[in-house]
């Protein structure tokens, strides 16, 4: 576990130097094949250790279908994961890294006490299945692997998004929600 999380600080390491060096008025561009914008991004990455927390607690439990997010339902995963972005909607980007760096030392906290043997327990992921349409175990330890990597896809999104010209819509929108901040 001391690996993992050894892995998952150098890969945030990175990301965090590269959220110190992005101007204010980047964070809004979005590169052309993503949905989310940079802080969007951000947003997620300041947040989805949530959950790897509460599944750290539930592995702990003896016997228990491990299920992240709780459930095994895609589209209410997806919805947890949007909730958890949406409560950080309104922050700046000072705020988002300061969630971020919150939720990462509580999910530091929570795998360090976790028994080995839990790590080879099943976890299940909505929406991830076998060819013949059946959830998809993965042993927690993978699960947790493949988490100490999450922020690298998240800094190359962010990488994209910032090089990426925005375009006149973007910025005027990004004009009229500036001067809607400062009038508040």
Same mark, same amino acid.
């Not at 327990?121 to 909505?126: G, R």
């Given at each position: 576990m001391h690996t993992l999380v050894a892995r998952a600080a150098g890969r945030r390491h990175v990301l965090e130097g590269l959220i110190a060096c992005i101007p204010d008025d980047y964070w809004e561009r979005r590169a052309f094949n993503d949905s989310w914008t940079a802080v969007d991004h951000l947003r997620h990455v300041a947040t989805v250790d949530r959950m790897i927390v509460e599944l750290a607690t539930a592995a702990q439990k003896p016997q228990e279908i491990l299920w992240l997010g709780n459930t095994q339902d895609a589209l209410e995963l997806e919805s947890k994961r949007l909730e958890l972005m949406d409560g950080l909607a309104h922050q700046g980007i000072?705020? #988002?890294v300061q969630a971020m760096q919150a939720a990462r030392e509580a999910v530091v906290e929570a795998l360090l006490v976790l028994p080995q043997t839990v790590l080879d327990?099943?976890?299940?992921?909505?929406g991830i299945l076998t060819p013949w349409g059946e959830p998809h175990p993965f042993p927690l330890r993978t699960y947790l692997a493949s988490w100490a990597e999450h922020d690298k896809e998240h800094e190359a999104s962010i990488r994209l998004a910032i090089e990426t010209n925005p375009d006149v819509?973007? #910025?005027t929108l990004a004009t009229r929600q500036a001067r809607v901040a400062q009038n508040r």
């Open positions: 000072q705020r #988002l327990q099943k976890i299940h992921v909505a819509t973007m #910025l």
